[in-house]
C-alpha cells in the first residue's frame, strides 16, 4: 500500500531497488591513494610512541585525580563526579584502544615487529585463551575457597543473640588444597588464623601451621 492507502506500483517500486543497488565507484584504491600527499603515509615510531606515552598520562593524571580529590569531595558532588570521571576515563581509554588498532593495520610503525609486540594481534580464540579463561578460573578459585571454608556440617550457626565477631570468626574451616596451598600463600589450611589475626602473615600462614604438627 502507497502513501493514503493506495496500491503502490511494482513497476516503480523494482525502479526504486535499482536505483539503490552498489555500482562500481568512479575510482580506484590506487587513485585515492595517489590523491593522498605522500607524507601521510610516513609512520613515525618517535611521533606513534608520543601518542601512547601522551595518553598513558593523561589516563594516570585522571585516575590521580579521581582516586585523591573525588573520595573527599561532599556526597553530592562525588554523584556528580565519578560520572565525569569515566566518561573522561573511557574516552582517552578508547583512544589507547585505537592505537592498538592501528597496529593492527601497520600504521603505528615501518616496523611490522614493533606493531605486533604492541598489541599481539592475535584474534579473539587467543585473548580468550591467554586472558578471559584465567580470569575466570581466578573467579571460579575465589568462589570455592570462600564457600568451602564458610560451609560444613559441623560448623555452628548463630542467630543475632548469639552471635559475637570471635564465634564468627571460628565459625569457619580449614581446608587442604594440597600444592595449592602454596600457591595461595597458605591463606586455605590456615584459613580460620587468617580471620582470628590477620594482620600477621607470617605467623599465621607458617609457624602456628608447623608448630601444630608437633602438637
Request: glycine share 4%; proline share 6%.
Amino acid at each position: 500500500m502507497g502513501a493514503g492507502g493506495r496500491m503502490s506500483d511494482p513497476s516503480t517500486e523494482e525502479k526504486d531497488i535499482l536505483k539503490r543497488v552498489p555500482v562500481d565507484p568512479p575510482f580506484t584504491l590506487s587513485d585515492l591513494k595517489k590523491a593522498i600527499p605522500a607524507h601521510c603515509f610516513e609512520r613515525s615510531v618517535i611521533r606513534s610512541s608520543y601518542y601512547v606515552v601522551h595518553d598513558l598520562i593523561v589516563a594516570y593524571v585522571f585516575y590521580y585525580l579521581a582516586n585523591t580529590y573525588i573520595p573527599l569531595l561532599p556526597t553530592p558532588w562525588a554523584y556528580l563526579a565519578w560520572p565525569v570521571y569515566w566518561f573522561c576515563q573511557a574516552s582517552i581509554l578508547t583512544g589507547l584502544w585505537v592505537i592498538g588498532h592501528e597496529c593492527g593495520h601497520h600504521a603505528f610503525s615501518d616496523y611490522q615487529l614493533i606493531d605486533d609486540l604492541l598489541v599481539v594481534t592475535k584474534g579473539a580464540a587467543w585473548v580468550a585463551c591467554m586472558y578471559l579463561i584465567p580470569v575466570l578460573g581466578v573467579h571460579m578459585f575465589f568462589v570455592l575457597i570462600t564457600y568451602l571454608h564458610h560451609t560444613h556440617l559441623s560448623l555452628p550457626h548463630y542467630d543475632s543473640t548469639e552471635w559475637n565477631w570471635i564465634r564468627g570468626a571460628l565459625s569457619t574451616i580449614d581446608r587442604d588444597f594440597g600444592f595449592l596451598n602454596r600457591v595461595f600463600h597458605d591463606v586455605t589450611h590456615t584459613h580460620v588464623l587468617h580471620h582470628l589475626i590477620s594482620e600477621a602473615k607470617e605467623c599465621i600462614y607458617i609457624e602456628p601451621d608447623e608448630d601444630s604438627e608437633h602438637k
